[in-house]
């Protein structure tokens, strides 16, 4: 997976790195976090193809500064940008959806090192345009998957005591997602239950 | 928005890179494209300052080949990928908004060839999911700007015979954008009507 100089995920070409091998790269941890993430992307395809829900990814942003036109518009020089938003979003049954997808291997609660203000920003205003807003958290050392609304998180986030959610929490107040052969991931029927 | 070196606007430029090589690009278009994307993406900013909605756009996916990590996560190798859903999405009184943003110098028509299958096929799913999706088309000669409800492009895509939406539909069936001072294009007010 790649990462930032910061060690941040970049997750969209995490599929490609497991071509390239690169010393900085935890295959291993990245391969966890890029398996969460393609199992999301698979759920998506198959909600997507079965008419349940739209829900696409965002492109991480890219800063393009240099284009080499005589090789047919190669980028030859461009740096990753921080997603000020979040990862997915999309619509089921008329309303706006936005989440964001974080694995942790912690056991014990959902640290909120890797979640920055500006998406906590967007996700504020998303609640208040009267969207959908959550979080889809893999617990990897559990081998648990909860979705919890935004507005837990940003309480947590702003309360800035511990910069961690307990896993109590996401048991009192998250639904679990139930993994299936297909979708992957139906956290679009812990959606149900918590939304509709 | 990504610029390339000389502020031409990325997309129209890739768009043309297709097709044509770099001498034939024309500065003066690529600029106005990218002022009517400014324009919009001027127009979210204040729809989101202030609390009336919040569209963001899609970054333009980029297939990222070779990451130089001795200069800070360097991206070294790179293409640009065909955006197969739309320029922008996002949340407006609960509901789910949905559009492609187009200039066209054409006159009379807003022709349909830079309109992909793709993009066709993912509107249709956001409509079949109550979403609201639609145009917003500048005709740059005659100074005007309409969003068009993306069902009349999908008929005139699909039907087939002309590959053009007549001035007449947008002007008929479309809602004319105002141009402001802040904000620049006032396409809520026009959702508004068509919509709500």
Redesign the interface.
Known sequence: M????GGKE?K??AE?KRK?S?S?ISISSANRGMSFESDINASNEYY?DH?I??I?K??????????D?SK?????????EEQS?TDY??????????FEAKNTKNKTSFPLNNITKHQIE?LK??I????IAFFIIQFESLDKVYILDASYVIHFYEKGERKSIPLSCFIESGIEVERAYNPRLKYIDAVEKLYF
């Not at 979003?89 to 936005?98: M, P, Q």
């Open positions: 790649i990462k930032y100089p970049y969209a070409t490609r390239k690169s900085e997507k008419d829900c739209l696409t965002r492109p991480t942003p890219i800063n393009v500064v240099k284009v036109y047919g518009a190669k980028i030859v020089h461009a740096y990753f938003t979003n999309g619509v089921y049954k008329s309303r706006y959806i936005d967007h205003k998303v208040a345009h009267g969207g």
